[in-house]
């Protein structure tokens, strides 16, 4: 016999309270974990496997009879619930579940979800004992802004030239076009400052938005500032130091949070450091780049401007070390540029040290602040270290959506450098992508990573899409999936882009014909209702049904239960194994439960639904 291919029929669990007493262990203690089965299964024993010190250890689940039998989160009166304890003996302790059964033959319980076949560890549960994020990020909705592109204050006037350094051009915000590509288009300024973001704070607070993440703010070469001329300074052209006060102090009063940009893997050949380093074969500060006897040098992706630095070097992470901590009188924590190839260079490989020395160093002078790792790919190895908090989520949440809600009409859009485009994926590839990536970190790290549909350096989802309603679909799985929303500037108004350069348009604040309305009221009827619903913020994810169109699943406390239907396309009504009646949230109808199942009505177009499972309608 085999078990039942519905997926809402099968085990279930996850790293959320639900399923786990504690999301902070400590090195000893013994954790509850509980194992979700539906009645279909007919499990005879459940069986976790933990591995201390690296040796597979078996201990037998017990039937917890306070919650067999009852509708927890509202549903499924007739599953069992099976408990077991895990001790944490290691910093990072994997489990998994081993389920024996009348219905089928045995089966593991991993992070990916059932499987009769042996897994690697790599996709086992994980509890971590190591500091945990601060409290407030949990509730977090990022806000990205690239500063010169965002808003230019009303006291600053009009841009002048020479008021530019030589590499910049001085361009109209509402007349010139982004150069996408070539040798001009890091020289472009439009004018945006820190005072225009504070001008703007009533916008952003509108969007449900809390955390706002603002790109790099010292001096460079370019308008990205990825190419730091020195860390001592605000940039005069953004407002200086006294304008990042007055942001910070706008920010803060409104109970608002406000995250820093920092590289920490190179900066830029202007800098003095370098500049010194190159001059002076003996100076102090050669050993802080990777030199050559030529001269020539290590830089980030071969891009001479952007010299790599050696965390070797005790200058470095003095230096560094003071540059993080400095800015946090102004920053409630950073971002970390190229996060993953900081401290590894060849043979080199210090990036976990550095992850956890800048995280201590960061707790040191400022308990609660926010530690944010970049990453382009599968971020599961370096998380969970007692360094990055969590991940900007390319790998699991960003590459899954656009490849599953790519439009079809989509002819250039890049893939974040891979060749060949972007792909259409049907939505069982597309929630093995979601699933295996998740179990590659623990449920901690994830849910304090950034799920973001688009940034300032790729394309715009509003392109990929090529749609407002696909579009919607997918600001509709940010609100909805597990993880930190991240909303990049402009696509709240459905701007479009077709690669990172592309994407960075001045905001429309003065062009209402590139605001799109109904975009912008359903980002506030999406994020507003992630804020009102517990479920959604805090809620474990179980997934209930997938085919190629249509993905259904459930975000669930021990109180309640949110039901999300979202599709691409049409789609015929869906059966599910589910004995609650489901109240209408968003753009749905109430369906009733009949004989322990409810049909999910037919859809003609791209849309995302929502329901309580039981209970009654909230008016708040």
């Known amino acids: 016999m085999a078990l039942s291919p519905q997926l809402s029929e099968q085990p279930h669990h996850d790293g959320s309270s639900l399923y786990v007493s504690t999301p902070a262990p400590q090195l000893g203690e013994a954790v509850d974990v509980w194992l979700r089965i539906p009645k279909e299964v007919r499990a005879t024993a459940v069986h976790v496997r933990s591995a201390p010190d690296g040796e597979p250890v078996f201990a037998s689940a017990q039937l917890d009879r306070e919650r067999t039998g009852r509708a927890i989160a509202g549903y499924g009166a007739g599953d069992q619930w099976w408990r077991a304890q895990v001790v944490v003996r290691n910093p990072i302790t994997h489990y998994r579940f081993l389920v024996e059964s009348d219905a089928a033959e045995k089966f593991w319980v991993t992070a990916t979800g059932v499987s009769t076949a042996d897994l690697p560890d790599t996709t086992d549960f994980r509890l971590v004992a190591e500091q945990a994020p601060p409290a407030w990020t949990d509730e977090a909705i990022v806000y990205e802004i690239f500063p010169d592109r965002f808003a230019r204050s009303v006291t600053a006037g009009p841009l002048e030239a020479d008021e530019l350094p030589e590499w910049a051009t001085a361009c109209e915000w509402d007349t010139d076009e982004v150069i996408g590509r070539g040798e001009r288009t890091p020289g472009q300024i439009f004018g945006g400052d820190l005072d225009g973001i504070a001008e703007h704070l009533d916008h952003i607070a509108a969007l449900g938005a809390d955390t706002i993440y603002v790109r790099p703010v010292f001096p460079a070469g370019s308008c990205h500032r990825y190419d730091a001329a020195g860390f001592d300074r605000v940039d005069d052209i953004l407002g200086g130091d006294i304008a990042l006060e007055r942001l910070a102090k706008a920010v803060h009063e409104r109970g608002m949070r406000l995250i820093g940009d920092i590289t920490t893997n190179h900066c830029g050949d202007r800098h003095e450091w370098f500049r010194t380093a190159q001059q002076d074969p003996a100076a102090p500060e050669r050993e802080m780049f990777y030199f050559d006897d030529d001269g020539s040098y290590e830089s980030w992706y071969g891009v001479p401007t952007l010299p790599k630095l050696d965390w070797r070097s005790p200058l470095v992470v003095d230096r ?39 995280a201590e160093q960061i707790r040191a002078e400022r308990p609660d602040a926010m530690l944010i790792g970049e990453h382009n790919h599968d971020a599961g190895p370096d998380l969970d270290r007692g360094g990055w908090q969590g991940a900007m989520n390319y790998a699991g949440f960003t590459r899954p959506l656009w490849t599953w809600l790519r439009g079809p009409e989509l002819e250039s859009a890049d893939f974040m450098g891979e060749p060949g485009g972007v792909p259409r994926r049907g939505g069982v590839d597309v929630v093995r992508a979601i699933r295996q990536s998740a179990a590659g970190m623990s449920w901690r790290s994830l849910v304090h990573s950034w799920q973001l549909l688009d940034s300032f350096d790729v394309a715009r989802m509003r392109t990929v899409t090529g749609s407002r309603e696909a579009h919607l679909v997918a600001v509709g799985l940010q609100a909805t999936l597990p993880g930190t929303p991240m909303i990049c500037a402009g696509s709240e108004f459905g701007l479009e882009g077709g690669w990172g350069e592309d994407a960075r348009t001045p905001m429309p604040w003065n062009r209402p014909g590139d605001r799109d309305q109904p975009t912008w009221d359903a980002h506030l009827e999406l994020f507003g209702t992630r804020r009102r619903e517990p479920a959604l913020r805090h809620g474990g994810l179980r997934w209930l049904y997938v085919d190629d169109d249509t993905l259904v699943f459930l975000r669930e406390t021990a109180t309640e239960a949110i039901l999300v239907a979202a599709g691409r396309d049409a789609a015929p009504s869906i059966e599910l194994s589910l004995d609650a009646d489901l109240v209408p949230v968003h753009q749905a109808s109430a369906i009733d439960a009949d004989a322990g199942r409810v049909r999910l009505p037919a859809t003609d177009g791209a849309l995302l639904r929502m329901w309580r499972v039981g209970g009654t309608a909230r008016h708040d």
């Open 320 to 358: 560094m070390t003071a540059t993080v901590r400095r800015w946090l009188q102004y920053y409630d924590g950073w971002r970390v540029d190229v996060a993953n190839m900081t401290g590894r260079c060849g043979a080199v490989d210090v990036n976990h040290d550095v992850a956890r020395h800048l």
